[in-house]
């Protein structure tokens, strides 16, 4: 078999493709989230993940904007297709550094980018089997054809995957036993990520809620991924075989199984699923819109009952709070320049930017980020706490921010009549225009716009707006 070039991909992912059909269905979740356990524990994979990632702090932005790029990816157009490879290839080339063993890691290692492809190929296979519906040797053939054009599209060709399918298998067993590693990354999805998962944008403004439902979730889900993971994998790793968690994984992946085969295809649709946990989602009209309205009721009927501590509707926060809900995009208690780059990154993602708009805005976000440590990094060990920010913030300058603001409003600005319309403001935020928008004939000026962003970004004012995008 002839490795696959990019220039094959052309009519690849037409209306027959497996592929295309698979990852909008809502039970895509299930594979998704065990390939990602699988993908964590690769030593390149799970240092980058831990150094760089928000998938813990913000994991539904996260999974958001990984269903909006999967869409690119598999677009029947040719250009996008090539043009979110082009944007996924600069992203990962931002992404290194060094492991706490001292081993450098780099999110475009190609061997690193084959296993993700690899875990998802496998995690599909094990998917339709626990949902009831085996693949059959031609079908399982073929869906792994397209696995290998994908990563060929973002390499320039499928040479670090087996060329066969037959090859594959002891590749991906040897990779198990001899290649992944218990790194940090695979703890914190099993037993942070599930545990403390905030909430999603619908029950936001919810927390007792969702915290009632979380306490049950959260350990319901790490059991049904363990247990949907390779025995070979579990024993490795000694991770827990608890009781009834084997039948509790299979009722889940045969319930979804059922539900895609017997239900409308708009009720178990991802695009469905993801309009009726985010309302700003594209598609909030679907067939779960109703139910969405009816959920957010309730959890309003709820809130009243049990209220808790309300500080949305403060005008301004502390300096601590600034720094843990937008600043620490990471998680990990210190700001430091993956932070950064984790806005400069969302903000591309949103807009689509192009290289040299994103080239602008990675810049603008390394001057404020040099800003920062200058007068904020007291012991010059590359990294900001929260103490450090607190005790400064009040006297920071704004240059860089100034800079950040208005490389923001350029890309934003997309017909360049330095004015940002109501069309142009909702592709950035994504959120309902007449709360947000105050500019003059519902539009922003320059210094209009820049001013509420140096609030924002300052701490001291809240927005709707930019707590969608960055908080």
Known sequence: MTPTTAEETVDVFGPDSMLRRLVNEARWGLAVTRATVLEAAHPQIGAALIGNSTFVTHPWRRLRNTLVSTQRILDPDQHVRSREAARLNRLHARISGTDPQGRRYDAADAEARAWVVATLFESAVTMYRLSGESLDGPAMERLYAEFRTVLALLEGDSDQLPATLQEFWPYYDDMIHHRLESTEAVRVILYRLFANVPAPPLLRNHPAVWAAGRAVAGPVAAAITIASLPESFCRRFALPDLPGARALM??????????????????????????????????????????????????????????????????????????????????????????????????????????LDEERLYNAYAAWWRELQSHLDADGDGRVTRQEYAASAASLPSSGLVKIADVLFDVTDVDDDQTIDAQEYQRLFRAAFHRDLTGRADSYSRSAFVRQFLSFMSGQQRSIAYNSLLS
């Open 250 to 355: 299979h009722g889940a992946y045969l319930t979804a199984g059922f539900a895609a085969r017997l239900l409308p295809s708009g009720w178990v649709n991802a695009g469905s699923f993801m309009s009726l946990l985010d309302p700003d989602h594209a598609g909030g009209s679907g067939p779960w819109e109703s139910v969405r309205r009816k959920a957010g009721q309730a959890a309003a009927m709820v809130r009243l009952i049990t209220p808790a501590p309300d500080e949305v509707n403060h005008a301004s926060r502390s300096a601590d709070q600034f720094f843990a809900e937008v600043l620490d995009q990471t998680g990990d208690g210190h700001l430091a320049w993956p932070d950064l780059a984790a806005m400069a990154r969302e903000i591309a993602t949103r807009l689509d930017l192009d290289e």
